[in-house]
């Protein structure tokens, strides 16, 4: 059975986490666990615990407390939980909890759009990349500056926006699932309703999921590589993890059995430069 360990953190600097380390250990990176806006860390570790055994992967659940990281979905934000995520993951490799290899990461609402936003600002550090019901999302397009768009500001403050505009390839060269529950279409308090996010996104987290996978299927397409992203609705599935895990399946997708296959998008026309070569 998978054992649960809790490792206290420091506030502002490093997450307390959640770990969970499984029977028998398979040869697989780890998946990050990313909490939505309620935190309910330790309602997360106990419907995934089962899955750890299934998988025999260690799962990382980091614990960004409304004190220190109030806006972590943004992940660069003013606290910065990007660097605070970071710097656990070089101590649990210090300390042998995790080897090399880049991490999965999946999440959900809040973490959701705070795993799609680590993985653009980091690709080298992440690779697969599951997307689970966020309110709202960074669109690889100028119709705004981050987090909403990669346009450029226009009183400078322009890093970021470089950034993600530059990784862009290297964000889509992987495997990422999007994917909510086909009775999320209330506008709950949760759910930003701006004006230029409803605009650009949609009405609620159904249609805005469905309109940024077709955005990053061209954005691939653009950049010349083939897409790599899949869309699923579940069935009987509200805005509510454990709703998702008992009705939509979500678990299996949320900690993945490991593929030794690259999840590495060719680009076009990639076959034939490897036969001619």
């Not at 997450?15 to 969970?20: A, G, H, V």
């Not at 996104?201 to 940024?212: F, H």
């Not at 599935?237 to 060719?266: M, Y």
Request: glycine share 8%; net charge positive; with cysteine.
């Amino acid at each position: 059975m998978a054992q649960m360990h809790f490792r206290p953190g420091v506030p502002g600097v490093l997450p307390s986490t959640w770990l969970i380390r499984p029977e028998t250990s398979a040869k697989a990176p780890p998946v990050l666990a990313i909490h939505g806006l309620n935190r309910e860390v330790e309602l997360m570790a106990d419907l995934l615990a089962r899955q750890a055994d299934v998988t025999g992967r260690t799962i990382i659940l980091p614990v960004f407390d409304r004190n220190s990281w109030p806006h972590y979905q943004r992940a660069a934000c003013k606290k910065r939980s990007d660097w605070a995520l970071l710097a656990l993951l070089r101590v649990l490799r210090d300390e042998g909890w995790i080897g090399a290899a880049p991490p999965d990461i999946s999440g959900f609402s809040g973490g959701a759009q705070f795993a799609h936003r680590f993985t653009w600002l980091y690709p080298q550090h992440i690779g697969q990349l599951c997307i689970v019901a966020p309110g709202w999302w960074t669109f690889p397009d100028t119709r705004g500056s981050y987090p909403l768009g990669v346009a450029k500001e226009r009183f400078g403050g322009n890093s970021l926006a470089f950034r993600l505009r530059t990784n862009l390839r290297r964000f889509l060269a992987r495997k990422i699932v999007v994917m909510v529950g086909d009775l999320d279409v209330t506008q709950d308090k949760n759910l930003r309703q701006d004006p230029d996010i409803m605009s650009q996104q949609g009405p609620n987290r159904v249609q805005r999921a469905r309109n940024w996978t077709a955005a990053i299927k061209r954005a691939a397409r653009q950049e010349r590589i083939r897409p790599n992203i899949r869309f699923r609705l579940m069935d009987n599935c509200g805005h509510g993890f454990a709703d998702c895990v008992a009705n939509g399946g979500l678990a299996s997708a949320f900690v993945p059995v490991f593929s030794e296959k690259s999840t590495a998008c060719p680009t076009f026309g990639q076959r034939q430069l490897e036969e001619v070569a």
